[in-house]
């Protein structure tokens, strides 16, 4: 996982992410997000929220860590929600989450 954070830190450096409910709720109904990952502790509300939101807009959508781990990544404070608006870093980071979840079990 801490190479999938690692890239998580680098999209963010390069401006292909986006952080909070909000906002990421606002990427993905423009089309904009790629890929979305939501804190496993996040509220029950928001994890309901983003879920239906990227059902409905077909956006791949991955749960891991916690909200303080993934505000860390993104150079920020607790974070529940972070979009990644760019292809090539979605694919990246959904190519090492995979990998990691392989090697679990």
Do not use: P, W
Request: glycine share 10%; charged share 30%; proline share 0%.
């Amino acid at each position: 996982m801490k190479k999938l954070f690692g890239m998580l830190g680098l999209a963010k450096r390069a401006g292909k992410v986006s952080t909070g409910a909000f906002i990421c709720d606002k990427m993905i109904k423009s089309g904009r997000a790629r890929l979305v990952i939501l804190a496993q502790d996040a509220s029950e509300n928001t994890k309901k929220s983003v879920r239906d939101s990227c059902r409905y807009y077909k956006i791949k959508l991955i749960e891991i860590s916690d909200m303080a781990t993934l505000g860390h990544a993104t150079g920020g404070g607790d974070r529940a929600v972070v979009s990644v608006n760019d292809n090539n870093f979605a694919k990246a980071i959904l190519d090492i989450y995979i990998l990691c979840e392989a090697e679990k079990g």
